[in-house]
């Protein structure tokens, strides 16, 4: 009789440290990718509205996949250092404290363990074995819901959060591109909304939901931007504006 894998005997389920974290990382690299498709869609769109020549959409395509790529890491480095150094100084005060009054800091995390319902002697014993096992994990993930080997990089969140806008920009740049010019509009919005009917399918399942709804809203959001843009670049460009 072979010895499951899982302490449960549930093989097919992820108990490992980290899963949340992952599915977190995987679900902004979906919505990267997605902001992507839809601004330099709509800016793309936008532009051949008003003009059948290459080189302005070209030009205005190029611009928005760099603008965002940056933009997109640099809001991801401002937001992620934020929190990252909220979670480092955290951490050293724990280990601070654990160092300075431990008897106190196990006392406390039996008193949060006894909070969560278990009696007053089950909370000590668990404790002092925690304690015991690794003081400064058990305190953080107790009394902090932080698990120290999940603090992020400003650079590696920067680095995934460009390269998932740029992957999913170069969807629109290429399907206005490509094709012959009396297609090129169709075709960028059937590709388009069809990569967003993929990423908003494959959100709702990192987020355990059904997929219909998910999709639909990402979808009318897709087919709003990129009708709303055209309008407006057909209506300048028939105006003599531009």
């Known amino acids: 009789m072979s010895i499951p894998d899982s302490p449960t005997g549930h093989t097919n389920e992820p108990h490992g440290d980290g899963i949340a974290h992952k599915l977190n990382w995987l679900r902004a690299g979906v919505l990267g990718a997605n902001d992507g ?3 330099v869609a709509a800016i793309v ?19 928005g996949l760099v603008g ?10 401002v937001s992620v250092s934020s929190q990252s150094d909220t979670q480092r100084a955290l951490i050293a005060k724990e280990r ?7 008897e106190e800091e196990l006392a406390e995390l039996a008193g949060l363990f006894e909070k969560k319902g278990l009696t ?16 400064l994990s058990a305190h953080l993930e107790i009394e902090l819901g932080i698990n120290e080997r999940d ?6 969140a920067a680095g995934a959060s460009a390269l998932a806008f740029f992957v999913g920009a170069m969807l629109p740049l290429l399907a206005i591109l490509l094709p012959p010019e009396n297609v090129r ?14 990423t908003g399918a494959l959100s709702a399942w990192i ?16 087919a709003i931007a990129l009708i709303a843009t055209f309008v407006i670049g057909t209506l300048l460009g028939t105006s003599g504006v531009v």
């Open 96 to 102: 601070r404290e654990l160092a300075e009054q431990p």
């Open 120 to 135: 007053a002697a089950t909370a000590q014993q668990v404790a002092v074995e925690l304690t015991a096992h690794d003081a």
């Open 207 to 222: 987020g355990g939901s059904h997929w219909l709804r998910p999709t639909l809203r990402v979808v009318i959001g897709g």
């Open 185 to 198: 509009v169709p075709v960028t919005f059937a590709a388009v909304l069809i990569a967003l009917a993929l």
């Open 68 to 77: 965002g790529a940056i933009s997109m890491a640099l809001g991801e480095y």
């Open 151 to 156: 603090v992020v990089s400003p650079w590696q």
């Open 37 to 39: 498709i839809v601004s």
């Open 45 to 63: 769109v936008g532009v051949a509205g008003a003009t059948s020549a290459v080189a302005p959409i070209l030009t205005a395509g190029v611009a």
